[in-house]
C-alpha cells in the first residue's frame, strides 16, 4: 500500500493524515480526451506533450512516443505531460499514446514537418552553383574555414 503525498510537512508532535492508494491494484487503461500539439517542426526546441484524460495513476502511468517509453509529469490540473526533443526526429509521423501498466489508450498521430528554409545536403548541391558561390566568396574575401559553402561541398 502507497501513499498520496508525503511531502505536506506538518508541526512537531502533529501527524498528518493522507489518503492512501493502491500501488498493487491491476492497471486499468487510461482514457486519453486530447493530446496537445500534434505536430511540431524537426530540429525546433524542446517542448511538453500535454495528454488530457482520466484514469492516470502516479504509480503505473507512462507515455509511449515513438516506439520509445517515455516518463509521464503530472500536473496540479490533472493532464500529464513528457518533454519531446524535436532534433532527434526527422520529418514523418509517429505514434503517441498513454500506459498505466500495460493497458494503453488510444493512440494519437504526432507529425513532424520539415523545416521551412531547409538546407540542402552536399549531395544535393549543385556543382556549379556551389563553385559560384565559392567565387563569390573568394572576390569578396569572404571564403574563410568556416564558410558555409566549405561545408556544403566539403571543398578545402
Known sequence: MGIE???EPGPPGRTWMVRPTSINEPPIA????????????SGDPDFDLIFT????????????????????????DGTIYTI?????FAPGTHKA????????????DFTFTATAGATKHAH????????EEIDEAQEEGDFKST?????KGKHK
Open 97 to 108: 499514446s498513454v500506459y498505466n501498466g500495460d493497458q494503453p489508450s488510444q493512440e494519437f
Open 30 to 41: 487510461p482514457v486519453v480526451t486530447d493530446m496537445q500539439p500534434t505536430t511540431a517542426v
Open 5 to 7: 503525498s508525503i511531502n
Open 124 to 131: 544535393d548541391v549543385d556543382p556549379d552553383e556551389l563553385e
Open 84 to 88: 519531446v526533443k524535436p532534433v532527434l
Open 53 to 76: 484524460g482520466t484514469g492516470f495513476n502516479p504509480f503505473q502511468t507512462f507515455i509511449a512516443f515513438a516506439g520509445q517509453r517515455e516518463p509521464a509529469r503530472f500536473n496540479e
Open 147 to 151: 564558410h558555409p559553402a566549405r561545408k
